[in-house]
């Protein structure tokens, strides 16, 4: 599968954006999505994760209550709707699919689950 990050850009602190991720291939809801994020210096780390159903989802503690993701599978999209962010929200921003986790149901945390990647957009979130 081949997935296709959009929507990052520049905010102030405090306002929203939607990030889209468009899959390629017929077998989009046979994954489990998420989001990651890596700031400059520092690690990719995980945002959040939705089942292939979407019944399910998991966050960070850094960003539960804020973010939301959620799927479209007859869209084959999955998307992060941020709200209230934070510069140190500031990132680029992956979609990433995982195998695993569409068999099993695991909502993994580490990229290292996670079997094709975006190629990432950037947030930035200004003071």
């Known amino acids: 599968v081949q997935l296709q990050a959009s929507g990052g850009g520049l905010v102030q602190a405090g306002g929203s954006l939607r990030l889209s991720c468009a899959a390629s291939?017929?077998?989009?809801?046979?994954?489990?999505m998420g989001w990651f994020r890596q700031a400059p210096g520092k690690e990719r780390e995980f945002v959040a994760a939705?089942?292939?159903?979407?019944?399910?989802?998991n966050y960070a503690d850094s960003v539960k209550d804020r973010f939301t993701i959620s799927r479209d599978n007859t869209k084959n999209t999955v998307y992060l709707q941020m709200n209230s962010l934070k510069p140190e929200d500031t990132a680029v921003y992956y979609c990433?699919?995982?195998?695993?986790?569409?068999?099993?149901?695991?909502?993994?945390?580490?990229?290292?689950?996670?079997?094709?990647w975006g190629q990432g957009t950037l947030v930035t979130v200004s003071s």
């Open positions: 939705i089942s292939w159903s979407g019944g399910s989802t």
């Open positions: 990433a699919a995982s195998t695993v986790g569409g068999y099993t149901g695991v909502l993994g945390t580490k990229p290292l689950m996670y079997d094709y």
């Open positions: 291939g017929r077998t989009f809801s046979s994954y489990a």
